[in-house]
């Protein structure tokens, strides 16, 4: 048994260590994007005293250009590939177990959607998934594999948290997409 498990716990423990150091927001970015300053300045002229998350809309993302706020599956709802969360809130639950998906680990991840659903329950806070510019998901180093296994992951972005949700009882989270360019 490694500590870690699947995704949650570690992330908790990120949550917890930027909490403990004062930090009011929480900057979480895969490695396979190159995060510049403008990005951040971009994420966080969208984050307010009512704002839970602001994402960046990765290729991968259904992206809305007609929708302002709608309940959002797994496939329009900010990814922790790139996103920008409000202590504030999260520190409260944290993400969520769910997302690690204990009673069926073939579902677990996307933990960002029932976190995000169990928040809007507690508190009236927006979710925000915007095109920011510049932003490129780079796969291309990855082996046949890999890719595979991204490739599956992609595929169930959205019956993965959709389990989640029937599971916990939750509703899909609200989700305001922004189109900057």
Known sequence: MTPWQ??????N?????AVQAGYSHLLLASSTVSVTKEMVETLSGYMDSH????????EGHNFSE?????????K????????????????????LLAGDSPW?????????LTTISALQNLYRVNAKLINVPG???DTSNWDDDRKAMHDKKMATKI????SQLGFSSLHPPYVNHIRLT
Do not use: H, M, Q
């Not at 007609?66 to 797994?74: K, L, V």
């Not at 019956?159 to 959709?162: A, F, H, T, V």
């Open 76 to 95: 329009e709802t900010p990814w922790n590939t790139l996103a920008l969360w409000n202590l504030k809130y999260l520190s409260i639950t944290g993400f």
């Open 104 to 112: 069926n680990t073939d579902n677990a991840g996307v933990e960002e």
């Open 13 to 17: 423990a990120i949550v917890f260590r």
């Open 135 to 137: 932003v490129i998901w």
């Open 159 to 162: 019956s993965r948290p959709e």
């Open 66 to 74: 007609t929708r302002f706020i709608f309940t959002a599956n797994g």
């Open 6 to 11: 699947k995704f949650v716990p570690a992330l």
């Open 51 to 58: 704002t839970l998350v602001v994402g960046a809309a990765l």
